[in-house]
């Protein structure tokens, strides 16, 4: 399974997400909870806990890889995302297709794909450019240190905001699955799923170094729901 890393920006850093970020986390879920429509983002410190609680769990089972994001002007905790759906292509192709553990040694097994999803921000953070950079670190070390394949995103296909910003990034949509889950509001929902190839790399990334370089500009500064 992937091991725990850092990952600095200029403007944001990525931690291992853990016991010590329980406080700081439940106060940057409690400061707007107005743009948690879509996104589940724990409410009070003991929620918190056990949303930490689960997170590392699924570290240590080898089906995430959580962190806590940090502005790096001054060390607030903003929010949280994470790598999961870890998918390994080695050994004999299954049957029917479906997520597969690692080979070997899994503490030093990489994926093959990966899915970047979990990811909820503060209201002071959105619009700031942290979202963009954080998952500009992110897709880096898919494609550079893991060397994936591929990288996908989803979101319920009812949150045009979320899609929007995934869309900004340049991933591609491949469909919309009609009627897949129950949303936090209860209602059946859609999933829109969407991907970035190895391939399209190289130029996904030149498009958000660009942006990260030039800071958010206007539109931008609207606020993003949760992704």
């Given amino acids: 399974m992937p091991v725990p890393v850092f990952l600095h ?4 850093r ?8 329980v ?8 400061e707007d909870r107005g743009g948690y429509v879509f996104t589940p983002v ?3 410190v003991e929620a918190t806990k ?4 689960e997170a590392v769990a699924a570290r240590i089972s080898g089906r995430a ?3 806590a994001v940090v502005r790096a002007a001054d060390g607030l905790v903003v929010g949280s995302t994470r790598f999961c759906e870890l998918d390994y292509w080695q050994g004999p192709v299954p049957w029917p297709p479906a997520p597969r553990e690692p080979l070997g040694d899994p503490l030093t097994a990489i994926p093959d794909a990966t899915e970047i999803g979990g990811t909820w921000l503060s209201p002071r953070a959105r619009g700031t450019g942290i979202n963009t950079e954080a998952k500009l670190l992110l897709l880096r070390h898919a494609f550079e240190t893991w ?3 591929r990288v996908s995103l989803r979101a319920d296909a009812r949150n045009l905001r979320s899609r929007a910003a995934i869309e900004r990034l340049g991933a591609a949509l491949e469909g919309v699955r009609r009627a897949h889950t129950r949303g936090l509001d209860g209602m059946v929902r859609g999933t829109a799923f969407y991907s970035i190839l190895d391939e399209e ?10 942006r990260v370089a030039a800071g958010p500009g206007p539109e931008r500064l609207r606020p993003l729901m949760s992704a």
């Fill in 9 to 12: 920006g200029r403007g944001v």
């Fill in 14 to 21: 990525l931690e291992p997400l853990g016991e010590r970020h």
């Fill in 23 to 30: 406080e700081a986390l439940a106060a940057a879920a409690a």
């Fill in 42 to 44: 724990p409410h009070g």
């Fill in 50 to 53: 056990r949303y930490v609680a």
């Fill in 65 to 67: 890889l959580p962190f």
């Fill in 147 to 149: 060397d994936v394949r």
């Fill in 201 to 210: 790399w190289p130029h996904v990334r030149e498009r958000l170094e660009q």
